[in-house]
Antibody, heavy 129, light 113 residues
């Protein structure tokens, strides 16, 4: 069964760092692009960044507003992806989700699936003094 | 960034009634090379993560009831629920995956009238 479980959320004061984890079961993280999203209380969904599959070099990409403070890494052997949050601010308060991207390619005559087909349950980060 | 705008912000429909949620993208999310619109829909119930219900604008995710359908192309899309059930109460989001950054609509809250 395919499953993602986030952990590491906490109440921290502004300026602190935090590391969130996303543990995968039922599939290998290196086979998929993996995204992080966040959702502030009562608000919509915001893309944080992604780490690409091994086939795409495991490179990372981030939302422009977060670049430099947030980084994503991955330990394939342990099936864990991480989101490192640095210099946290009050506006970073949110539930953070990891999600698997099922899109690989889409050609004219062969176009398999797409979409973020597996999400973790989320982990809450609260930044407050 | 591609801006996604949904309408209405909230919607109340009677049980068994039809619900339609619209999504408009700030630029086309259609690829000519494969005739696909890179548009997905998600359902989010309280205290749960989003759940994928539609991709390629009109392809239903496995296990999603047939009363859910998606339509549209390029910049204008619609998610329709043909016969609303109590379990469909949720916030619905459209999302484009045509280019990074991935962007979502602001969400449409669907309730029972």
């Amino acid at each position: 069964d395919v499953r993602l479980v986030e952990a590491g959320g906490a109440l921290v004061p502004p300026g602190r760092s935090l590391r969130l984890s996303c543990s995968a079961s039922g599939f290998s993280l290196g086979d998929y692009n993996m995204h992080w999203f966040r959702q502030a209380p009562g608000k919509g969904l915001e893309w944080v960044g992604l780490i690409r599959s091994d086939g795409y070099g495991g490179t990372t990409e981030y939302a422009a507003s977060l670049r430099g403070r947030f980084t994503i890494s991955r330990e394939d052997s342990n099936r864990i992806a991480y989101l490192h949050l640095n210099n946290l601010k009050a506006e970073d308060t949110a539930v953070y989700y990891c999600a698997r991207d099922s899109f690989f390619y889409c050609g004219k005559d062969d176009c398999p699936r797409a979409g973020l087909d597996c999400w973790g349950q989320g982990t809450l980060v609260t930044v407050s003094s | 960034d591609i801006m996604m705008t949904q309408s209405p912000d909230s919607l109340a429909v009677s049980l068994g009634g039809r619900a339609a949620i619209n999504c408009k993208s700030g630029q086309s999310v259609f690829f000519d090379s494969n005739n696909k619109s890179y548009l997905a829909w998600y359902q989010q119930k309280p205290r749960e993560p989003p759940k994928l219900i539609m991709y390629w604008a009109s392809t239903r995710e496995s296990g999603v009831p047939e009363r859910f359908s998606g339509s549209g192309s390029a910049t204008d899309f619609t998610l329709t629920i043909s016969s609303l059930q109590a379990e469909d109460v949720a916030i619905y989001y459209c999302q484009q995956y045509y280019s990074h950054p991935i962007t979502f609509g602001q969400g449409t809250r669907l309730e029972i009238k």
